[in-house]
């Protein structure tokens, strides 16, 4: 026990600068999610046919490509068509798109919760489409959204680890290199799962407290 502890004590400041990578991503991609999932579920709702085709075939292949091959094209090969990203702006990007997929489809199913003699109502006013949505149906929406996306939060987070595929020496990566120069694979993947779950379980609770407020509304 001693041992670990001041395995810890020397290791925690080398994994502390992966550990503000690993937030960096997470909260960039979580933006960018938010912001592309919100438009392409707008798009599926709007009743343009062409608009929600797009939106549709865009939401469908984005869920179909693995997120780890979608980062590779973005830091690999999109350099070949002159276009050149940093590692850490790539991970943000490949995973705010892979992510606006899924935020997409929760977007959507809060937005048709939301009954539609609403729209007719607020259409009858003389409200416009993206009047009512802004007013009346978005705001009613994302408090069915939140546990869900809540849960996006989560996955997220886990999943910026993926970032160290393209050299973002974000906390599994920042492990997996100490563990590799001092072989001391216990301690550093302990510390790495521990530094995870501290990050992880506060979202698990603001989860679980949005599940019960929704609940009891």
Same mark, same amino acid.
């Given at each position: 026990?001693?041992?670990?502890?001041?395995?810890?004590?020397?290791?925690? =400041? *080398?994994?502390? #600068?992966?550990?503000?990578?690993?937030?960096?991503?997470?909260?960039?991609?979580?933006? /960018? $999610?938010? +912001?592309?999932?919100?438009?392409?579920?707008?798009?599926?709702?709007?009743?343009?046919?062409?608009?929600?085709?797009?939106?549709?075939?865009?939401?469908?292949?984005?869920?179909?490509? =693995? *997120?780890?091959? #979608?980062?590779?094209?973005?830091?690999?090969?999109?350099?070949?068509?002159?276009?050149? /990203? $940093?590692? +850490?702006?790539?991970?943000?990007?490949?995973?705010?798109?892979?992510?606006?997929?899924?935020?997409?489809?929760?977007?959507?199913?809060?937005?048709?919760?939301?009954?539609?003699?609403?729209?007719?109502?607020? #259409?009858?006013?003389?409200?416009?489409?993206?009047?009512?949505?802004?007013?009346?149906? /978005?705001?009613?929406?994302?408090?069915?959204?939140?546990?869900?996306?809540?849960?996006?939060?989560?996955?997220?987070?886990?999943?910026?680890?993926?970032?160290?595929?393209?050299?973002?020496?974000?906390?599994?990566?920042?492990?997996?290199?100490?563990?590799?120069?001092?072989?001391?694979?216990?301690?550093?993947?302990? /510390?790495?799962?521990?530094?995870?779950?501290?990050?992880?379980?506060?979202?698990?609770?603001?989860?679980?407290?949005?599940?019960?407020?929704?609940?009891?509304?």
């Amino acid at each position: 026990m001693t041992t670990f502890i001041q395995q810890s004590i020397e290791f925690l =400041p *080398i994994l502390a #600068q992966g550990l503000w990578l690993t937030i960096l991503v997470t909260i960039g991609s979580l933006v /960018l $999610s938010t +912001l592309l999932g919100l438009v392409w579920a707008l798009m599926r709702v709007s009743g343009n046919p062409v608009l929600a085709w797009i939106a549709k075939v865009f939401v469908n292949v984005i869920r179909g490509i =693995p *997120i780890i091959v #979608q980062l590779f094209y973005i830091y690999f090969v999109l350099p070949d068509f002159g276009i050149s /990203l $940093s590692a +850490l702006h790539a991970s943000i990007i490949g995973l705010g798109i892979a992510y606006s997929a899924y935020q997409a489809e929760n977007f959507r199913a809060g937005i048709e919760a939301i009954d539609k003699g609403q729209i007719e109502a607020a #259409q009858s006013i003389g409200m416009g489409w993206w009047l009512t949505m802004r007013r009346v149906i /978005l705001p009613q929406a994302f408090r069915i959204v939140l546990p869900p996306y809540g849960n996006i939060m989560v996955m997220m987070l886990k999943d910026s680890s993926q970032a160290s595929t393209i050299t973002v020496a974000e906390l599994a990566l920042q492990g997996k290199l100490i563990a590799s120069s001092t072989f001391q694979n216990t301690t550093v993947f302990t /510390l790495v799962a521990m530094l995870y779950l501290c990050m992880c379980l506060p979202l698990i609770h603001l989860v679980s407290r949005l599940e019960a407020r929704t609940a009891r509304g």
